[in-house]
């Protein structure tokens, strides 16, 4: 892995950390001290909770040494701030450029120049890795060293498929409302404006994209860190939703709906993190289990088959 791309990784961990920490940790300051306002907390802690998982996601990559573990997380992590970078700029009536506090402001031109950099480099990064293979003689696909289950690899396509749909609903409804400051659309239980809608539906798919890759993968010893990253990613929205519970009807199949998609991803991430520590020799994982040893019965009849040769080629000099 080139240094380009491990600077780049570092880099997301500490933006990513600095959106948890505003986001997740105080999202009832979320309104006065963000890039934009956000009224709702459990708007703020939503996107919060997504920014954790992103920043399990990129610290886990920076651990490995090759282009093709870290692969999935630069391609998803291109995918989401081009689409972040879409919403910002649509609504950049919103950000809090020139009013709000110095705090928010500050956040305001960071949120844009972060944005303005990070799908440059994403793209600059994956299209030097690719020369790079093409200079050391074309890219080498490794083989498969841990096979992803066909029941695992159908869990998340089809969850894959759920988060690209809802997140393309939500991005697509806040790119068609400019001035409206409340966007009602049937996906999530509770309403968002155009901006939190796009970034939400962002983040939403930037992980059915991060889906198809794994799936595509098949090979779990490369996909740790993304599953842990999507286990992660489940466990914090439904501690979020839970946080919440008093503001949402419980009466409302959405949210059911949702929490039965969270249950799902969490149980997903984790079976294939535990499902790729079990890897083959000299690989850093935990050794899979081996084949019994032979029977002495069957040793000692290769033993006597093998003597007997020698003896039959003695007799026959």
Partial sequence: MLTGTRV????????????????????????????????????????????????????????????????????????????????????????????????????????????????????????????????????????????????????????GAVLGAAGAVLFVGGLGEHHHTTLVIGVLPWDLTPLSAQVVGSWLLAFGVAAALVVRERDLARLRGPAAAYAVFGALELAVLARYRAQLDHGDPRLWAAVLLLLGIVAAGACGWWLGRWRGPGTGGVPGPRRPAATSESGSSRSTRASSSVTAWNGSR
């Fill in 8 to 159: 780049l990784l570092g880099a997301f961990v500490g933006l990513t950390a600095l959106a948890v920490v505003a986001l997740l940790m105080r999202p009832a300051q979320a309104h006065e001290e963000f890039a934009w306002p956000i009224h709702m907390p459990m708007t703020a802690a939503f996107l919060g909770a997504a920014y954790a998982a992103g920043c399990l996601l990129s610290a886990a990559a920076l651990r490995e040494r090759s282009w093709d573990r870290v692969r999935v997380t630069v391609v998803t992590v291109g995918v989401f701030t081009a689409l972040v970078l879409c919403a910002s700029v649509h609504h950049a009536h919103r950000l809090s450029l020139a009013d709000g506090g110095p705090v928010a402001r500050f956040a305001a031109w960071l949120w844009l120049g972060v944005y303005l950099a990070v799908p440059v480099a994403c793209l600059a990064v994956t299209v030097r890795q690719g020369s790079e293979a093409v200079r050391q003689g074309g890219a080498v696909r490794h083989a498969v060293v841990r096979p992803m289950p066909t029941w695992l690899a159908r869990t998340v396509a089809v969850q």
